[in-house]
């Protein structure tokens, strides 16, 4: 598995929340993409030029962009991590939940899947995070909806 950046993975989140979870839409415009980001839609267009030549995004310039079957893999786990952080963060070392975002932004890109499981596990299997968010399973499956 190819290693992303910090900013590819944060892009591809964006379009995750963007699309499948928030908008429950299958694509998302570039200067929809730059305001959720906070940056400028010329370099959101570069940034997605570069998702779809690793194959994790579908864009054409000036168009709307989805993620491919691989790129929501990537987003879903990406998302995992955050909300397992959120909650441990929370729960375990006292944070308030206001507090927890910014931390756990950073330690999202830790790249060690044993890490994640373990800390999952260790938290008991959580399905929902801090702000009441789902936290999908070690396999990208979501809880069931209550």
Same mark, same amino acid.
């Given at each position: &598995? ?5 900013? #590819?993975?944060?892009?591809?989140? $964006? ?9 429950? +839409?299958? #694509?998302? $415009? ?5 305001? *959720?980001? /906070?940056? +400028? ?5 570069? &940034?997605?030029?570069? =998702? ?5 995004? !579908? ?11 691989? /790129? ?9 991590? *955050?909300? =397992? @952080?959120?909650?441990? =963060? *929370? ?5 308030? @939940? ?7 932004? !950073? ?6 899947? +044993? ?5 999952? !596990?260790? =938290? !008991? ?5 801090? *702000? $009441? ?5 070690? +396999? $990208? #499956? @979501?809880?069931?909806?209550?």
């Amino acid at each position: &598995m190819q290693v992303l950046s910090y900013t #590819e993975e944060n892009y591809l989140k $964006g379009l995750f929340k963007l699309t499948i979870e928030v908008g429950e +839409k299958e #694509e998302a $415009g570039t200067n929809e993409i730059a305001a *959720h980001l /906070g940056v +400028k839609p010329a370099s959101v267009n570069d &940034m997605l030029k570069k =998702l779809k030549d690793k194959k994790l995004i !579908q864009y054409e310039r000036y168009g709307k962009s989805s993620l491919t079957k691989e /790129g929501k893999k990537r987003a879903i786990e990406i998302v995992r991590k *955050h909300r =397992l @952080w959120e909650t441990f =963060l *929370h729960e375990k070392l006292a944070f308030n @939940w206001d507090e927890v975002h910014e931390v756990a932004e !950073q330690l999202e890109h830790i790249q060690s899947k +044993k890490l994640i499981d373990k800390l999952d !596990q260790f =938290l !008991q299997y959580p399905s929902i995070d801090p *702000h $009441g968010d789902p936290i999908p399973d070690a +396999k $990208g #499956e @979501w809880p069931p909806k209550t």
